[in-house]
T-cell receptor
Framework: RKEVEQDPGPFNVPEGATVAFNCTYS??????FFWYRQDCRKEPKLLMS???SGNEDGRFTAQLNRASQYISLLIRDSKLSDSATYLC?????????????FGIGTKLQVIP | DARVTQTPRHKVTEMGQEVTMRCQPI?????VFWYRQTMMQGLELLAY????????DSGMPKDRFSAEMPDATLATLKIQPSEPRDSAVYFC??????????????FGPGTRLTVL
């Protein structure tokens, strides 16, 4: 089983729709979680951190479920500019340093 | 606007040749990462350094890959000899970490490597 798993998609949604992605992780000792966004042929960029209490940034909401070991990203009122690949990142503490693991990414295509 | 820079941006080479990729982390960042991205495997961590010391290179094929930080402003990733299966985009990223905490990783634009 992969340490971090994501559905690669693509998710094709109409403009204005709400879409949600999940990302599961296998290491219960994982400490911190993030969502990154990657545009085609570009580098990944931080979208938002994921806190235990959940957090919201405009149309984006991230949540963490430690019991079931997954994080989620909800995008409301999708825009064409939201089309990108969304990568989840899990940091695990295997000792004196943290191991960083990226999911393979979920591709989102917002359609006019 | 501080950025991670990488050179070259594109590299086409023949199998068996040596490839060297360079990265300049953001000034003041103490942690540098090297990743490889392919369609099939996604983003894989190859190695990372903190305060120029290698902390983890378990993701890197040891027989042909080597990573170094000759100084705080330069990280290098070398492949010798290169093989077609090394074709990928290689990203460098840096961040500023204190103790065991995490911070935002800033990625460079990547080096797109093609080995023929």
């Amino acid at each position: 089983r992969k340490e971090v798993e994501q559905d690669p998609g693509p998710f094709n949604v109409p403009e204005g729709a709400t879409v949600a992605f999940n990302c599961t992780y296998s290491n219960s000792a994982s400490q911190s979680f993030f969502w990154y966004r990657q545009d085609c042929r570009k580098e990944p960029k931080l979208l938002m951190s994921v806190y235990s209490s959940g957090n919201e940034d405009g149309r984006f909401t991230a949540q963490l479920n430690r019991a079931s070991q997954y994080i989620s990203l909800l995008i409301r009122d999708s825009k064409l500019s939201d089309s990108a690949t969304y990568l989840c990142v899990v940091n695990s503490p295997p000792g004196g340093y943290q191991k960083v693991t990226f999911g393979i990414g979920t591709k989102l295509q917002v359609i006019p | 606007d501080a950025r991670v820079t990488q050179t070259p941006r594109h590299k086409v080479t023949e199998m068996g040749q040596e490839v060297t990729m360079r990265c300049q982390p953001i000034l003041g960042h103490n942690t540098v990462f090297w990743y490889r991205q392919t369609m099939m495997q996604g983003l894989e961590l190859l190695a990372y350094f903190r305060n120029r010391a290698p902390l983890d290179d378990s993701g890197m094929p040891k027989d042909r890959f080597s990573a170094e930080m000759p100084d705080a402003t330069l990280a290098t990733l070398k492949i010798q000899p290169s093989e077609p299966r090394d074709s990928a985009v290689y990203f460098c990223a840096s961040d500023q970490r204190h103790g065991g905490g995490t911070d935002t990783q800033y990625f460079g634009p990547g080096t797109r490597l093609t080995v023929l």
